[in-house]
């Protein structure tokens, strides 16, 4: 109810936006230009509302995308409703949104929406990284190292005090103690529980008996609503271990990760690498980025536990100006300054130059009141 | 009563006449709003239950396995019906719990307002009682995760390891203990509010007559109260702690907040992960649904007003069972 509610409104929004933009953009649009603004200064400062909803995950990000965007451009307004990423895909098939994030790629119904919305395909950005972390709780070990399988073991409850021989093969050199573990999950659905189990059944094999699922599939135990429910409660207690957003980690300990021979630890670097390695999904449109994940990556330094976030927009507007904002947002968003501001404030890892390159050209190639 | 009786009879003729006199407008406006008010909540009421079983009919329509595949949340082979168990069973344990906790102090509280306390605290003490009420539910919720958590965690883990022989106290006690028995004590803090109220209400309207009557008799003030002050009061006390077992039963926030949810029959209380409300778990789904699910929800939703509305009238029933004992009348 609550979905459709938001729909309309941001359809009238939407609605509205146009209405204004079509009645007098044109003359506004070039006397803002000429401030000494070094990212707007390429092009010609851009105005208009445009309305955006999608991936909860993505709201903190995009709020400072949009409070950046918005004081280089300030006759732009731009929205973004969280409503969750099937909610802003299905607004986005509907017309009712310019843009949408979400935390996975369209499904085939979807795609068939979006296309006949924009008159073209619409393409994935991956965008928004977001390395997840696994956070403990256990006074005396500040080195915690887990490989994969001992994660998975812990998170399926199989393994349940600290001191249990696989966690001792993986932490020679610690002193565990023989407190229980508790492991925290979360109890709502979500892109972070999803991307976790995605993980933990691509790369621990037999131990992570499950599929990968946005609700958590081990019945039992601890769980909390929310990144900041999760953090939380492993903080609460003592021998939790639980796994959040790593911007949210906060004091917590934070584990080492296995990849190939070595223990990773958690970095902004090491968790945009894996988005590099990865290739891209296949059967997509010409300048769709959407890749398949490889968690059972080997390289050296990445750290596959990480949840990445899409930005979807059509390749083709027919409202020239809707269109213009769009790209010249996205283009906001993918530029280093960006994502910097991502980093700041929502602890997201900045996509390399390689991608950056690479989604350059795939908004390059919009096409824009045709 | 009688005695005044019989005049009011010999004088009908002016009554007679009051029926003939033409209605002003005002009485036929006011008649009529008063009447469409009523009717307006049997509306509403009857618009709440249609939609809720509208919305609901595709899943119960749906064939256990389709809805099972279409809504993976639901856990594989679990059925409509076999979803909806553990949650009302998880409502129930939980209003149980606090209804448990909270009625004796509900009524030792009320008591002292009404019979002990000097008037002027009493007062005051009335009103910070109120105030509880007017607390929001999230922030209760903020309350026991943040601040009650740590401080129960000791004694649930002196209740598992001393008493863990008993099934409900069995053991490990979760750290933190985000269990069913703290939201019922959660929910115990919020409901004792009403039930004070009401029954501080009930208590004061206990005859002064029959109070003196039993303290002329010898009696001390427990006996007075046990004599007197009690059987005049038990239906009202009732009704008070259905009342709270009303709000108890559809708590959200506070539950969703301090609970590790489950799905499981399961009575160990001190076990996070092992039950969940209704109207928490609408709450955790309802954000990430869509299609079958959000109906599978409303379904669920639907489960909880019977079960209110099935309160409700129990309390109803009670009352009026216990009404010609209580010597109101």
């Not at chain 1, 995009?62 to 973004?80: E, H, K, L, R, V």
């Not at chain 2, 009690?230 to 009732?238: K, Y």
């Amino acid at each position: 109810m609550k979905r459709i509610r938001y729909g309309r409104i941001a359809a009238i929004v939407t609605a509205g936006a146009l209405a204004l933009t079509a009645c007098g953009n044109d003359p506004v649009e070039s006397n803002t230009d000429g401030g000494g603004d070094t990212g707007g200064s390429e092009q010609a400062s851009v105005s208009g509302d445009i309305a955006g909803a999608g991936a909860s995950s993505q709201e903190s990000a995009m709020q400072a995308w949009i409070a950046g965007f918005q004081s280089a451009n300030p006759d732009a307004n731009i929205t973004y409703d969280p409503v969750g990423s099937g909610g802003g895909r299905t607004q986005f098939g509907e017309g009712a949104v310019a843009f949408a994030g979400s935390d996975s790629v369209m499904d085939d119904e979807e795609r068939a929406a979006a296309k006949e919305r924009c008159g073209d395909d619409a393409i994935h950005l991956p965008l928004y990284i977001s390395p997840i972390a696994v956070i403990y709780n256990l006074e005396g070990v500040d080195n915690l190292q887990l490989s994969p399988a001992t994660l998975a073991g812990i998170f399926d409850r199989k393994i349940t005090t600290w001191n249990d021989p696989r966690i001792a093969a993986d932490n020679p050199d610690a002193q565990l103690p023989s407190t229980p573990i508790s492991a925290v999950n979360r109890s709502d659905e979500s892109g972070t529980t999803e991307n976790f189990t995605e993980y933990l059944s691509a790369v621990a094999g037999p131990a992570w008996p499950h599929e990968p699922s946005g609700d958590w599939p081990v019945q039992g135990g601890q769980s909390a609503q929310g990144t900041s429910g999760v953090v939380q409660t492993v903080q609460g207690g003592q021998g939790t271990i639980g796994y959040a957003d790593a911007s949210k980690a906060g004091e917590l300990g934070v584990a080492k990760i296995k990849v190939g021979d070595a223990f990773v630890e958690l970095s902004a670097e090491a968790a945009a690498k894996v988005v590099d390695e990865s290739p891209k999904a296949e059967g997509v449109p010409e300048g769709d980025l959407a890749i398949d994940l490889k968690r059972d990556t080997t390289a050296e330094g990445t750290y596959p536990i990480v949840l990445v976030s899409y930005t979807i927009v059509c390749k083709n507007y027919s409202d020239k100006a809707q269109g213009d904002l769009v790209k010249a947002f996205v283009s906001y968003v993918a530029s280093s300054e960006g994502q910097d501001a991502a980093a700041e404030s929502a602890g997201s890892a900045p996509i390399s130059d390689t991608l950056r390159s690479d989604v350059e050209a795939s908004i390059e190639s919009i096409a824009v009141g045709s | 009563m009688t005695t005044t009786g019989e005049p009011a009879t010999s004088t009908t003729p002016p009554a007679k006449q009051r029926t003939r006199t033409p209605q002003r407008p005002g009485d036929i406006v006011f008649s009529f709003s008063a009447k469409a008010a009523g009717v307006l909540i049997l509306i509403i009421l009857a618009a709440v239950a249609a939609f809720l079983v509208a919305q609901a009919w595709p899943a119960i329509q749906t064939d256990s396995t389709e809805l099972s595949e279409r809504v993976h949340w639901l856990g594989q082979g679990r059925t409509l019906l076999g979803y909806v168990g553990p949650l009302v069973f998880g409502t129930v344990l939980a209003a149980l719990i606090a209804l448990l906790i909270a009625t004796p102090v509900a009524i030792g509280v009320a008591l002292f307002i009404s019979h002990y306390a000097p008037r002027r605290l009493a007062t005051s003490f009335g009103y910070v009682i109120d105030l509880l009420a007017a607390i929001p539910s999230v922030v209760y919720g903020l309350w026991g995760a943040l601040w009650l958590m740590p401080k129960l965690f000791p004694a649930f883990q002196w209740l598992a390891d001393n008493l863990g022989f008993i099934p409900l106290f069995a053991g490990p006690a979760g750290d933190p203990p985000r269990t069913i028995l703290t939201a019922g004590i959660v929910l115990a803090v919020m409901i004792l509010p009403i039930i004070t109220a009401v029954s501080r209400e009930v208590f004061l309207q206990t005859p002064t007559l029959h109070e003196e009557a039993s303290l002329a008799l010898g009696a001390t003030r427990w006996e007075m109260i046990r004599m007197a002050v009690l059987p005049f009061a038990r239906s009202g006390v009732i009704s008070a702690a259905m009342l709270g077992l009303g709000r108890a039963l559809g708590e959200t926030m506070a539950v969703a907040m301090v609970l590790s949810p489950g799905l499981a029959y399961s009575i160990f209380l001190l076990q996070p992960g092992q039950q969940q409300n209704i109207a928490a778990n609408i709450a955790l789904k309802f954000p990430e649904s869509s299609g079958l699910g959000v109906n599978v929800l409303i379904f669920t939703g639907l489960v909880l007003f019977l079960i209110t509305l099935l309160v409700n009238m129990l309390a109803r029933w009670i009352v009026s069972r216990r009404a010609e004992f209580s010597g109101a009348n």
